[in-house]
């Protein structure tokens, strides 16, 4: 998720771009929109969100769904402490699993340690096909403030304590939250190769790093997903991206619209008009159809945003269509 953007208290909305109701309105593909919602309804010879095509193997071997919930934001102002409303946080991850995210993506850092806390005070006994990806080795000095610690010793703690936060005997997914500067990167992946190793994790990956960081991860242990900034408007990372999709490796974009600064291409807001959608289900979808691999994680506190997010997984548009929209974002 995005953290760096985090300082202040900000659902991830688009950058403060209008919510907008949709009224009834025809959606290309056979899709339309509830009065007073932005939940998307389809004709009967409309795929499913969840079929093949929107559907991948982490690792191989855990199938999810592609569009996911990131369980920053369901945290204090600063991504710190308890949220001013804990009942609601519990409702938005409920919620996020009755739509479809069988992927949450949380980390130690976030409260730090509330989010993983929430998780399993909402979802525990989790659904059997729920995939919990959470990640260690970036500490929390104050709100707003992020700092790498990669020492085998540390992360060798983090993991245990993350599984009893989290009331879990196996980590699916344990990623490494950055890479420190200060310890070589072999050293801490090691730490988590003992811990694979020991059971107690099934995969890992990476945050914010580069294909040449990925290839000498790769020689320590398996890599099964990537975490790095990408968006439409932002991307900085499009070779770690392309290297993923030679590989099979997941790509997970946190900052998928944007985070606090939102998403500022007037042509994507004008196109997501035509279409009857929003900016952010729109951004969304793009990501959807960018790649194969690609696995937003959009985040929100918020119930309604919430429902905004995933219903862009339902967003059909034609090939014609989408060539509109790669133009404007390239």
């Not at 490494?176 to 992946?189: Q, T, Y």
């Not at 790509?251 to 939102?262: C, D, L, Q, V």
Request: net charge neutral.
């Amino acid at each position: 998720m995005d953290e760096e953007f985090a300082g202040k208290r900000f659902e991830q909305a688009g950058g403060g771009i209008s919510r907008r109701k949709f009224l009834g309105t025809t959606l290309i593909g056979g899709a339309t929109l509830l009065a007073g919602g932005s939940k998307l309804i389809f004709a009967e010879n409309s795929p499913p969100a969840a079929e093949k095509d929107m559907v991948f193997r982490i690792g191989g071997d855990l199938p999810v769904n592609r569009l996911g919930f990131g369980a920053m934001r369901i945290t204090g102002p600063g991504i710190w402490g308890w949220p001013a409303d804990r009942a609601n946080a519990l409702k938005v991850l409920r919620r996020a699993v009755e739509l479809g995210a069988n992927l949450i993506d949380t980390a130690d850092a976030y409260g730090p340690e509330t989010s993983e806390l929430l998780i399993a005070e909402a979802l525990y006994p989790y659904p059997k096909d729920l995939v919990i990806a959470t990640k260690g080795g970036n500490t929390r000095p104050g709100p707003g403030e992020w700092v790498p610690d990669g020492r085998p010793e540390y992360l060798s703690q983090c993991v245990d304590k993350s599984l009893k936060r989290l009331r879990l005997e196996r980590i699916d997914l344990y990623q490494l939250h950055r890479v420190d500067s200060k310890v070589p990167m072999e050293d801490s992946l090691g730490a988590l190769k003992k811990a694979q190793d020991a059971g107690k994790i099934r995969h890992v990956g990476l945050s914010e790093v580069s294909p040449e960081e990925i290839e000498r991860a790769r020689k320590v242990l398996p890599i099964v997903t990537v975490q790095n900034q990408y968006n439409i408007d932002n991307r900085k990372w499009e070779n770690a991206l392309t290297y993923c999709e030679k590989e099979g490796i997941g790509f997970m974009p946190w900052s998928p619209i944007g985070g606090n600064r939102g998403l500022h291409d007037n042509a994507l807001e004008t196109a997501a008009k035509d279409f009857h959608a929003s900016t952010v289900q729109l951004a969304l979808a793009w990501l959807l159809h960018r790649s194969p691999v690609m696995l937003p994680i959009p985040g929100t506190s918020s119930l309604p945003h919430l429902e905004e997010n995933m219903a862009a997984a339902k967003l059909k548009l034609t090939a014609e269509d989408w060539k509109r929209i790669d133009a404007l974002a390239t």
